[in-house]
């Protein structure tokens, strides 16, 4: 009873002599101090809580509120901390009626974003008004004409929770969680630099230093990445080489003595064959030219191989004199993958038109194909396997040609040519790598490049490659017991393209390339088993159908996945010889 009295009584205080009057009447010192104790009540509350003196003082955070909808904020939540959910707008109190001091938090603890929105014209941080997005908090001040933001930061990645210690650094992990990382002596000695040069010099990159980096021993890793100097450099009793770090090597030979071109041949004259070992081998036989000390006389120079090559002078005159040359040899020391086809593993076949001492007009190999315009009757397999491909018939053979890069290749008419191997035997495996470099002269047919059956869909454990259809596509197809295709698009009649595949029956993997760069990558299904022993047909289906009109600069087949490294290599190699890209 008592109470609620106390809480309807003015809050104002008593004057002082209602206490220290000389006369002070009982009657009035119990009204003035109950006006007293009403005041007091009405500034700190009546149920003598510290909770509620806080709340009823308007102290910050002294109450929590709970919004989920549009609310504007009144006198009375001087200090609350209103905990908002969901998407809506916070109306502001006038500055004049908030006055300088009042303020309020604003806590998003939804998904929604909540606007901040004063009174009329009035703005808070100069703007009409502002937006709370989820997980943020902002404490609304009134300086009595405006309204100011402060913002609060959150424990992102609970921050604050991680212990300090020497030599650590905060970083974050994620959008919400952080760690501590070692910060070592050295780091730090980067870290405090001002600029670049400064950053050089910590790190010992004078001029001088990296000069003494640039010559030393080169060095390559498997994949081909420079793990040494910039360049090396030697000479020895063979002449002199320098080395690049991209596995590049240049060697020379000055004042090699060639002897005198004294012997007759034909209506020239040459000296004897000499052998330059080469300073350092190379990875695959190099490019090797020349030049002599007589304007009449050429260096001549035989087949080398990837350590030494045999050289001569020739001469349209007789030469008295003792001759000498200088030899330059340019190839590679280090390779990624295969420096020729034969180097990777499982080679099953290898057929190479550019090489012309493997072309002969008959199947017996008797009589050599030696100008444009030949049949090809027999083309020599270079895997070692011995997949020679042949064509008895005169008239459906082939025709060797160069192109105007200077890149032979066969020729097919698109009507009856044809070449053919002995059953290639891939019975004891389930991948194979295959390729090809290729053009069409038409698109008016389907043209097959070669295939491992009679009838590719009918024959299980079979590969094929062809043109698709009509259309200025290739096709690369698998079949173990069930058939899998893939048809990278052509670059148009006439153009080179070098076809690339991994075909797998149990991975199952159908990969394609073209030109290098890869086009698909399929893996359905193509049933079960290993590919198969079958006769190898190029350039038209071995019933008959399919005749290619186009020419073949390269075909080429593994039993075996070739890794990345070595397919790249290969395709490098057979672009060589193709000019597709």
């Not at 709370?132 to 908090?137: C, D, H, I």
Request: charged share 10%; proline share 4%; hydrophobic share 45%.
């Amino acid at each position: 009873r008592f109470r609620a009295d106390v809480e309807q009584l003015m809050t104002t205080l008593p004057d002082a002599s209602a206490f220290t009057a000389s006369t002070v009447t009982e009657g009035a010192f119990k009204a003035a101090l109950t006006q007293l104790i009403g005041f007091l009540a009405g500034l700190t509350g009546s149920d003598g809580t510290i909770a509620t003196a806080l709340g009823t003082l308007g102290t910050m955070g002294s109450r929590w509120v709970a919004k989920s909808a549009a609310y504007a904020v009144v006198v009375a939540d001087r200090g609350s901390v209103i905990d908002a959910t969901g998407t809506w707008t916070l109306a502001l109190p006038t500055v004049a009626g908030a006055g300088a001091g009042f303020n309020v938090v604003l806590r998003n603890s939804g998904s929604g974003t909540i606007t901040i929105d004063p009174a009329g014209s009035e703005q808070v941080d100069g703007a009409a008004t502002i937006a709370v997005t989820p997980g943020r908090s902002v404490l609304l001040t009134c300086t009595g004409t405006a309204w100011v933001s402060m913002w609060m930061v959150a424990d992102v990645g609970n921050v604050g929770a991680l212990t300090p210690a020497a030599d650590k650094a905060v970083y974050f992990t994620s959008a919400s969680a952080s760690a501590l990382m070692t910060v070592t002596a050295f780091a730090r000695s980067i870290l405090d630099d001002a600029d670049a040069a400064a950053v050089k010099t910590t790190l010992g990159l004078q001029n001088a230093v990296l000069l003494g980096g640039i010559n030393g021993a080169v060095a390559m890793d498997s994949a081909g990445v420079a793990t040494g100097a910039i360049l090396e450099e030697g000479v020895n009793k063979n002449g002199r080489y320098i080395k690049f770090a991209n596995g590049w090597m240049i060697c020379t030979r000055d004042a090699f003595l060639l002897g005198r071109c004294a012997t007759a041949n034909g209506s020239a004259y040459s000296s004897a064959s000499t052998t330059w070992t080469f300073p350092v081998a190379f990875a695959a036989p190099p490019v090797v030219m020349g030049g002599a000390n007589d304007v009449d006389v050429e260096i001549s120079t035989a087949a080398p191989s990837a350590s030494a090559v045999a050289v001569r002078a020739q001469s349209p005159v007789a030469k008295s004199v003792i001759l000498a040359g200088q030899l330059t040899a340019i190839g590679r020391w280090g390779t990624v993958g295969a420096a020729t086809p034969a180097s990777p593993g499982a080679l099953k076949v290898w057929y190479d038109p550019s090489d012309v001492s493997t072309l002969w007009q008959d199947t017996a190999a008797t009589v050599p194909v030696t100008q444009p315009g030949d049949p090809v009757g027999r083309i020599n397999d270079k895997s070692g396997n011995g997949y020679h491909l042949v064509q008895a018939t005169s008239t459906k053979r082939p025709l060797w040609q160069i192109d105007a890069d200077g890149h032979g290749y066969l020729q097919f008419d698109g009507t009856d040519d044809m070449l053919s191997a002995a059953a290639v035997d891939l019975s004891g495996t389930a991948s194979v790598t295959l390729f090809a470099a290729v053009s069409r002269s038409s698109t008016s047919v389907g043209m097959n490049i070669a295939e491992m059956s009679t009838s590719f869909s009918s024959n299980p454990g079979c590969w094929r490659m062809a043109g698709q259809g009509t259309g200025d596509t290739w096709n690369i197809q698998s079949n173990g017991t069930a058939v899998v295709s893939a048809t990278p698009a052509g670059l148009g009649v006439n153009a080179v393209t070098l076809l690339s595949a991994i075909a797998s029956i149990s991975a199952p993997l159908l990969q394609v390339r073209r030109n290098g760069a890869q086009t698909s990558t399929d893996a359905t299904s193509q049933g079960t088993g290993n590919y198969s022993s079958q006769t190898l047909y190029v350039g038209c289906r071995g019933t008959g159908a399919f005749p290619l009109a186009g020419r073949i600069y390269g075909l080429i087949a593994y039993a075996a996945a070739l890794s990345a490294a070595d397919i790249k290599a290969v395709e490098d190699w057979l672009n060589q010889r193709s000019g597709a890209f």
